[in-house]
């Protein structure tokens, strides 16, 4: 009897080390996996505008204007010109990306964007953005979803500049001040439909 005893100590201590591994390996794993799964979606977050800027430049190519500024018009007319033809595009993947929805701010109408550091005032009018609108105007930039910003608070947003060039800021900085106020929600003007043409 004393060595099943023994036996089974044995495989207890055995079961116990292994359970504590495991239970390690879960609490210093975890952390790694969610921050990587936040980076792929910044990532593709990214990828997503990205691919926005070259329907923008492939819209102003074809018709050598920009869309009108609305908030009907200003995806929308990317997506009616069968430019865009992956409603997936204007969603961002930090939020759910099924179904109809756009989940960008853009340009909904005129305005002016006045000067960063030395550059002059840029205005545009209610027919449209200029091919001399800053390099550093936001074409896109990720909105907010449910009151709070699609990667959610106290985190960043993407934004899409004029010259096509995708950066990230950090919700609250003065980025976010400068930039988001400049541009819209579309959420109700224009929603993506679900999947693609």
Not at 36 to 41: F, G, I, L, S, V
Not at 117 to 138: C, M, Q, R
Not at 148 to 177: C, E, K, T
Request: proline share 8%; glycine share 12%.
């Amino acid at each position: 009897m004393p060595e099943d005893r023994r036996e089974m100590s044995s495989r207890a201590t055995w079961i116990g080390g292994a359970l504590i591994a495991l239970l390690l390996c879960v609490v210093i794993g975890l952390p790694i996996l969610v921050r990587t799964k936040h980076e792929n979606r910044q990532r593709e977050c990214q990828d997503r505008l990205r691919r926005i800027g070259v329907c923008f430049e492939t819209y102003h190519s074809r018709y050598a204007a920009w869309p009108i500024p609305d908030e009907k018009t200003w995806f929308g007319a990317l997506w009616t010109s069968g430019i865009a033809t992956d409603a997936e595009v204007f969603r961002c993947p930090f939020v759910n990306s099924r179904g109809p929805g756009t989940h960008f701010r853009g340009i909904v109408g005129p305005g002016v964007m006045p000067p960063a550091g030395s550059g002059a005032t840029y205005v545009w009018l209610k027919t449209g953005i200029t091919p001399g609108a800053p390099p550093d105007f936001p074409m896109a930039l990720d909105d907010d979803y449910n009151g709070s910003p699609n990667h959610g608070a106290n985190s960043d947003r993407n934004i899409l500049y004029f010259q096509g060039h995708v950066a990230r800021f950090s919700v609250g900085s003065a980025d976010d001040g400068y930039f988001t106020p400049l541009t819209g929600s579309t959420t109700s003007g224009w929603a993506a439909p679900a999947g693609t043409k």
